[in-house]
């Protein structure tokens, strides 16, 4: 059993309410146009809305994704009201920019303690 670094604390790991209404935004994004993200985006949306405090784990890979989506702001439809984009639809499932700030100094936190 994997247990996470006491670097950050279970209430640092909990997404914030900015967070929380990013990822439930995407969610109605993605129910509205029927497009948007993956089952992974979606899945990662239903666990941010909810609350659910993030591992490790999910901090690497959130902050892995956000780095490699970042280009897709750059994307035409990139917060059109009546047609988003999908990335803009997925970047929303995955905590949108509150997330992003959220998670970047966590995981250099986690890389000064060599995870």
């Known amino acids: 059993m994997f247990i996470d670094h006491p670097a950050i604390s279970d209430e640092e790991r909990t997404p914030t309410d900015a967070v929380i209404e990013a990822a439930n935004y995407g969610i109605a994004l993605r129910r509205e146009h029927g497009r948007g993200g993956t089952e992974v985006g979606l899945e990662r949306a239903r666990r941010l809305s ?5 591992s490790d784990r999910d901090i690497k890979v959130m902050n892995a994704w956000f780095a490699r989506h970042a280009v897709d ?5 990139w917060g059109h009201p009546s047609k988003p984009s999908a990335g803009y639809i997925a970047w929303h499932l995955w905590g949108g920019d509150a997330a992003q700030a959220w998670i970047a100094p ?3 936190r986690l890389k000064a303690v060599g995870i």
């Open 50 to 54: 909810s609350g659910e405090r993030v």
């Open 73 to 77: 702001k750059r994307g035409k439809f």
């Open 106 to 108: 966590l995981r250099q």
